[in-house]
């Protein structure tokens, strides 16, 4: 039968698919409206589907502080490319989920997938949704959600890196400052008593050898070592490293001429530790082409 481009332009405003997969779908039901939305809605998934095992490194991160400053969520999502990760829909999908965390008694990535939200009766079904939107597999990578206590503090980087900082002081400008600093420097843990053990003796050995090796006297390679492995570990601590925007004091000072404590701290850079695949750019649009015929 023949297909109207008025009936297609309709499906498109209902459906908001491709100009050539609303005539498909009309063709294929007959121009049956509602049998049409319906090809689409499992063309796709389907399409969702067949992406499902594509790398998702790209994306960005958010904060999210409830209105009482009860809780606090931190989110990463993730999508194929930064193209898409600039994406309006992209950008709500993110948004969404995170108004849906703080919002919820979601506590795990199982709980968030299986709840419901807005149009959709779970998260998976709207993620399988904006995947057959944007053409790109995504990903919900990982998400915290605090409570708080003294002050939060949280700092964005174009979107790429995010860091909360908890206090148990009240000074949310220091706070500030201090997630400010953590998604500048990455530092991976408070301070040096939380230093996994094992690692400190790893260090010991290599600083050791290396000593040897440059001929340092016996009686002083503890010393020497000693000096260096408190050096290197401190920049490893929040509060050993150098305040971002005042290089003559570290942060432990800066904490304690404010009087505060940090009592935890967590920062996310998208895409951190997922192993991405080399690709080349002529032979991944060599193909696009070839799927697209």
Do not use: W
């Not at 960005?60 to 309006?88: G, H, M, P, R, Y």
């Not at 000096?227 to 570290?250: A, R, V, W, Y």
């Amino acid at each position: 039968m023949g297909i109207s481009a008025t009936e297609v332009k309709k499906l498109r405003e209902l459906t908001s698919a491709g100009m050539m997969d609303c005539k498909k779908a009309l063709i294929e039901s007959n121009g049956d409206f509602e049998k049409a939305k319906l090809f689409l809605k499992e063309k796709g998934q389907s399409k969702a589907d067949s992406k499902s095992g594509r790398t998702t490194a790209q994306g960005l991160v958010s904060i999210k502080v409830s209105i009482d400053k009860q809780l606090a969520v931190i989110l990463e999502v993730n999508c194929e490319t930064d193209f898409a990760a600039k994406d309006q829909q992209f950008i709500d999908f993110s948004n969404n989920i995170l108004e849906l965390i703080i919002e919820g008694e979601i506590d795990d990535l199982d709980s968030l997938l299986s709840s419901s939200i807005k149009d959709f009766d779970t998260v998976q079904n709207y993620k399988t949704h904006v995947i057959s939107k944007l053409g790109e597999n995504i990903s919900l990578r990982r998400f915290d959600k605090v409570s708080i206590k003294g002050a939060v503090g949280s700092y964005i980087h174009a979107d790429k890196i995010a860091a909360i900082a908890l206090l148990d002081s009240d000074n949310e400008i220091l706070a500030k400052d201090i997630a400010m600093h953590i998604a500048a420097s990455n530092p991976n843990y408070i301070d040096q008593s939380e230093i996994p053990t094992e690692l400190l003796k790893e260090e010991s050995r290599i600083l050791e050898l290396q000593a040897k090796e440059e001929g340092k006297p016996q009686e002083i390679i503890e010393k020497i070592v000693q000096g260096k492995l408190n050096k290197k570990m401190s920049q490893l601590t929040l509060l050993g490293q150098e305040f971002i925007k005042d290089p003559d004091i570290t942060i432990e000072q800066l904490l304690k001429d404010s009087d505060s404590k940090v009592d935890s701290f967590i920062r996310y850079e998208v895409g951190d530790g997922i192993e991405q695949e080399e690709v080349n750019f002529a032979d991944e649009v060599k193909a696009q082409v070839e799927a697209s015929q």
